[in-house]
């Protein structure tokens, strides 16, 4: 094994272990999953200028692995978002959650919400697009991954990044946007939304969407239903009444068992129905 560069150790080296400081504190329903019969750790991703930090979760036996990508929340790759790495790989799969902000800041280190987004707001999504396609190329040749099974998940700002991959790279074969941000204001760094590439997506999406998300308006996500019906794939979304925002995130307040373990029963499920 060829030792870490500088840049690629300070990246491997700045994931958090624990939750965003913005996020405490943490609910006592927060699930953990073990390290058994899997590996699980931080990696720097080689990028155009320089490298990045992901947490990757694979079996520890077998190759060719299925490659899940997972795309985090506005508050980067913690504790949460690699558990869900975790859990996909006792499924099978080479899990990678890269770190979107690295270039921006460290979110994790911030207490308050409007600062964090403060440095979420600077992200590119053209910077998000070739980072999670310099992680497609890792998982290929240093993983053990086999991306013509590749797969996409995420949760909130990634639900929307979820949505907009799958319009980017065509070889996705499926993927599952959790209450991701479906319109917004076209700009230099965010040009288009779910909405704008909905007619044109070829990648069978799930959305998986609150009936009680006060920010994710119930129009749009019935405007983004509407417009899928004019695409050539098998996409959908499911809406659940009592749910509000990230009703999956098991650490925090808004968390709802029954919508949440559904939700993880019907991504497992079209994952395999989509050749995931």
């Not at 964090?116 to 999670?132: E, H, S, T």
Request: with cysteine.
């Amino acid at each position: 094994m060829s030792k870490l560069t500088r840049r690629e150790f300070i990246a491997v080296s700045s994931l958090t272990a624990g939750f965003a400081i913005a996020v405490q504190p943490i609910s006592a329903k927060v699930i953990t999953t073990d390290s058994k019969g899997i590996m699980a750790g931080t990696v720097a991703i080689p990028v155009t200028d320089g490298s990045i930090p992901a947490y990757r979760a694979s079996p520890i036996l077998g190759k060719n692995f299925p490659v899940i990508l997972v795309v985090q929340e506005i508050f980067g790759v913690h504790a949460y978002i690699q558990d869900v790495c975790r859990r996909l790989a006792k499924l099978g799969y080479l899990a990678i959650a890269p770190e979107m902000f690295y270039r921006q800041g460290d979110v994790s280190k911030l207490s308050d919400i409007p600062e964090i987004r403060k440095i979420v707001n600077k992200v590119p999504d053209a910077q998000v697009m070739a980072d999670l396609d310099a992680t497609v190329a890792w998982a290929a040749k240093s993983a053990k991954g086999n991306i013509d099974q590749l797969g996409i998940t995420g949760f909130c700002w990634g639900g929307r990044v979820t949505w907009l991959y799958a319009a980017h790279n065509p070889k996705v074969k499926a993927g599952v946007a959790w209450y991701g941000r479906l319109v917004g204001e076209a700009s230099e760094l965010t040009p288009k939304h779910p909405l704008d590439i909905a007619p044109n997506l070829q990648v069978p999406i799930l959305g998986l969407y609150g009936g009680k998300d006060t920010g994710i308006p119930l129009d749009t996500v019935e405007q983004m239903r509407e417009k899928l019906k004019g695409c050539s794939n098998t996409s959908e979304i499911v809406v659940y009444p009592d749910a509000p925002h990230a009703f999956h995130a098991d650490y925090r307040p808004s968390y709802r068992q029954t919508e949440a373990e559904d939700g993880w029963k019907k991504l497992k499920a079209w994952f395999k129905k989509n050749g995931v």
